[in-house]
């Protein structure tokens, strides 16, 4: 499966909303990926073991993560969709709201080392669309994947004024280009497995004192979000993991207490009964992980493209994001620069 990992450390990345940025990354990625899809006939020199040329800027796998950031001032006026768009969520549209520093932030450009000096190209929408004509492209995660969605569905909204919006299928949001009869649609699974609350006359910690109830996590169902969607998408991008709290750069301890406080405790399931010894936060994500994967390698079929997509590091400064904590960074961390 294409760009499997498990959990790993933030990398040292900008401290601006990772967002905004990361749309021109991965959605290069998924455009050089299309091509994948299509067939392709034999070439008349097939006796020819020539080197294959090199991706395209943006196209190789370091591209995404050995390289620079610098400001391009004209990208901002050459933005693909405003504050208008559709597929925006009301509260969180940062062009219509208003938001502080925003044309600084859409100026900055990634400069992979590979490239000679030369800035990731921005999505061709028409191109993308063109590519991926009559295929479905679904997320499947939390709302790192959601967030990147829209910005997505935003910017090839520019190649089809008919696009619509789509949430079939169990889709928590998605749209519809009729022009090309293409599907980008996301599927809400913040854990990926299948979570379920018990009220503590029904908990097996019911005799903890505090404990109103639990979240019950069967590490070996997938959620109901996504299970019959296995077979339905061409290309598949999944993550999960951000809901964990992040005291340092080597320390994952639990989920933030705005998602699962210790009054209403996650309790990992296997197989109908409570995992002994209980497993805390950290090891249970990671026996969520290989229960998912091992699932999605056995029922999502070997044509469809898969991608794993990793954490970003959390950006919020002077108190987390429901703490009166901002994230109003101008300026990306210099090389060797942590978080703080």
């Not at 943006?58 to 969709?81: E, K, V």
């Not at 859409?106 to 009559?134: H, K, Q, T, V």
């Amino acid at each position: 499966m294409a760009h499997q990992r498990h959990p790993s450390f933030p990398p040292t990345w900008p401290r601006f909303p990772p967002a905004i940025l990361a749309v021109l990354a991965v959605s290069l990625a998924l455009f050089y990926t299309a091509s994948l899809l299509l067939p392709h006939s034999p070439s008349s020199n097939s006796t020819n073991h020539r080197r294959p040329p090199p991706p395209p800027c943006g196209g190789a796998a370091t591209d995404l993560a050995a390289g620079r950031w610098a400001r391009d001032p004209l990208r901002p006026a050459r933005s693909l969709y405003d504050g208008t768009c559709s597929f925006h969520r009301n509260a969180w549209n940062c062009l219509r709201n208003g938001r502080e520093g925003i044309e600084s932030i859409n100026s900055w450009a990634w400069y992979p080392d590979r490239c000679g000096g030369e800035a990731i190209p921005r999505i061709d929408p028409e191109a993308f669309l063109s590519f991926m004509r009559g295929r479905r492209i679904g997320f499947v995660g939390d709302s790192l994947n959601e967030n990147f969605l829209v910005a997505f569905l935003c910017a090839l909204r520019s190649a089809d004024g008919g696009a619509r919006k789509w949430k079939r299928k169990g889709a928590w949001r998605g749209g519809y280009f009729p022009k090309f009869d293409v599907t980008v649609a996301y599927h809400r699974a913040v854990l990926l497995a299948k979570y379920t609350w018990q009220p503590a006359e029904h908990s097996t910690n019911q005799d903890k004192k505090g404990v109103k109830g639990i979240y019950r996590v069967d590490v070996d169902a997938p959620a109901a979000d996504w299970v019959n969607i296995t077979k339905f998408y061409d290309v598949l991008m999944f993550n999960t993991g951000h809901w964990v709290k992040e005291l340092t750069h080597h320390q994952f301890v639990r989920w933030g207490p705005d998602k699962f406080p210790t009054e209403t405790p996650l309790v990992f399931y296997r197989g109908g009964e409570p995992i002994d010894p209980p497993l805390g936060i950290f090891d249970g994500l990671k026996v969520v992980l290989q229960s998912m994967i091992s699932y999605i390698e056995k029922e999502v079929p070997k044509k469809t493209i898969k991608f794993w997509r990793t954490q970003s590091p959390r950006h919020f400064h002077g108190g987390d994001w429901d703490r009166n904590g901002s994230c109003l960074f101008s300026e990306p961390l210099r090389k060797n620069e942590n978080l703080s």
